[in-house]
């Protein structure tokens, strides 16, 4: 299984992105999407999830302004920011859980500028 994350960039406080995940390989029917973060010098951190029968969860910082959704037919997971913040800076990582693995996509680097 290999993700391929992009959509990242350098965007202005209050400025909206759009991130994707193509995720290639057998991942079965059955299996969660998400989204991490890891800002320098923190963990990486739970941003959202989503399951494959559409059920979502959000870390608390980014309800309301990030909406994860997800492809099934095309084996793609998405992270609309609206309302980005300097704080919302950091490498986000796309991962996909089945019953047997985790996989990680490489990360694509979103700054947020005041």
């Known amino acids: 299984v290999q993700l391929q994350a992009s959509g990242g960039g350098l965007v202005r406080a209050g400025k909206s992105l759009k991130l994707s995940c193509v995720v290639s390989?057998?991942?079965?029917?059955?299996?969660?999407m998400g989204w991490y973060r890891q800002a320098p010098g923190k963990q990486r951190e739970l941003v959202a999830t989503?399951?494959?029968?559409?059920?979502?969860n959000y870390a608390a910082s980014v309800k309301g302004r990030f909406t994860i959704s997800r492809d099934n037919p095309k084996n793609t997971v998405y992270l609309q920011m609206n309302g980005l913040r300097p704080e919302d800076t950091g490498v986000y990582y796309c991962?996909?859980?089945?019953?047997?693995?985790?996989?990680w996509g490489q990360g694509t680097l979103v700054t947020v500028s005041s």
């Open positions: 991962n996909v859980a089945t019953a047997l693995r985790l996989s």
């Open positions: 390989g057998d991942i079965g029917s059955g299996n969660s």
């Open positions: 989503i399951l494959s029968g559409g059920m979502t």
